[in-house]
């Protein structure tokens, strides 16, 4: 063995827990946990002790597509326990590498991004954002992996609750996210080979500002172009054409989230265009991206490209984002404020709008930003 060998392996020792320390981190980081899925678990029970009852009257979920769609539920939830008792368990056993983060504000930005996040705002961008405006990651180069193992969880359980609320066909749901996974595996192989992706931005930020003025002009209050008539407005199945469309784009999506694209703004827009009711886009966007999430997630950890303490907080933060979110835009609007299925799918296409225009303007923003750092590095 060469002495650089032994010299890592004698930095890695001394960064190992004791057994006792490992232990009594690992239950203070599970407490935090299993609060967070406490809250989860109150979430389910209200969509399907009060909220399913109250916009399905008649229909049991012991049934059908509502049967399996629970079961879909009760997976996403398994894999986000799993998943976390394993990450914890294995990760807390080196000292953190940040262990002198702002608490208070790396949870607020957790909760800011769970909850843009499950109205279709994305994430990434809103926690990337805020982590770079206070300050708190000044490693830029684990940022990627910090987002990817923080967020993971949080998506996981915004995908069990869409599922378990949204009434989407099983089909198309399946179909679609296998679609997204595939084309994210070959996006993946392709990275590394693109010398300039920034070109990617520019073409899809242009792209998106282009397809959320032909979403204004399709709204049912605006309708200068119909997509009523499409079909049916919870799936894709009954006509060829519209899943075979559907699952061609969404294999591009995959592609383009490994460039570090976001899927949701053009899931938003395709499955608008398709005929789909706009909040029968959500289960879908948020399963595809979850489940491209934890793969990538175990790529960031086996590498060590993340921060530990700051992904801790994010994930548990994240959870009650999600749930309020869910509580309030999703079950509040309806139930609480009385608004029935029509205007609330009115609302949530004004949302994507806006949204679609957001991710679209960040692009072109982050790609001026971008050539305008390179023209000065030229100069010097």
């Known amino acids: 063995m060469r002495k650089e060998d032994i010299k890592v392996n004698e930095e890695e020792a001394q960064l190992l827990l004791s057994s006792q320390e490992h232990k009594k981190k690992f239950a ?8 967070a899925m406490v809250a989860t678990v109150i979430s389910i029970l209200i969509n399907y002790l009060v909220f399913f009852p109250w916009q399905n009257p008649g229909k049991v979920i012991w049934q059908g597509e509502q049967l399996i769609a629970f079961i879909i539920c009760i997976f996403l939830l398994l894999s986000a326990v799993v998943f976390s008792i394993i990450y914890f368990w294995f990760t807390l056993k080196v000292k953190h590498d940040d262990i002198n983060q702002k608490e208070k504000a790396i949870l607020a930005i957790g909760f800011t991004g769970g909850f ?59 179909i679609l996210v296998i679609a997204i996974i595939c084309g994210t595996f070959v996006g993946s192989l392709f990275v590394s080979k693109i010398k300039d992706q920034t070109s990617i931005k520019i073409i899809m930020g242009v792209a998106l ?56 703004a053009p899931a938003m827009a395709t499955l608008s265009f398709l005929g789909l009711q706009q909040e029968v886009v959500f289960p879908i ?24 303490q700051t992904s801790n907080l994010i994930m548990i933060s994240a959870i009650f984002g999600v749930v309020c979110s869910f509580l309030l835009i999703f079950v ?3 139930m609480g404020a009385g608004m029935d299925k029509r205007t609330f799918d009115i609302v949530l296409k004004w949302l994507a709008i806006a949204v679609i225009f957001y991710v679209s303007i960040s692009m072109l923003v982050e790609f001026y930003l971008i050539k305008k750092r390179q023209k000065i590095n030229k100069g010097e």
């Open 285 to 308: 966007m948020a399963c595809g991206s979850a489940l491209c999430m934890l793969p990538a997630a175990h790529t960031f950890i086996k590498r060590k490209k993340y921060l530990q």
């Open 332 to 334: 509040g609007l309806q």
């Open 209 to 264: 500002f282009f397809v959320a003025i032909l979403m204004i002009l399709t709204h049912p209050q605006v309708n200068v172009i119909s997509t009523s008539n499409i079909g049916d407005k919870t799936s894709l199945m009954d006509k060829p054409w519209r899943i075979i469309v559907g699952t061609i784009v969404f294999f591009f999506l995959g592609m383009i989230q490994s460039f570090g694209i976001g899927l949701y």
């Open 28 to 35: 203070r980081w599970m407490l935090f946990f299993s609060i």
């Open 116 to 174: 843009t996040d499950t109205i279709g705002v994305g994430s990434f961008g809103v926690i990337t954002g805020l982590l770079k405006g206070t300050k708190a990651i000044k490693d830029d180069t684990k940022l990627p992996g910090t987002l990817n193992v923080a967020l993971g969880v949080s998506a996981l359980i915004e995908s069990a609750l869409f599922v378990g609320s949204i009434q989407v066909n099983i089909a198309t749901l399946l």
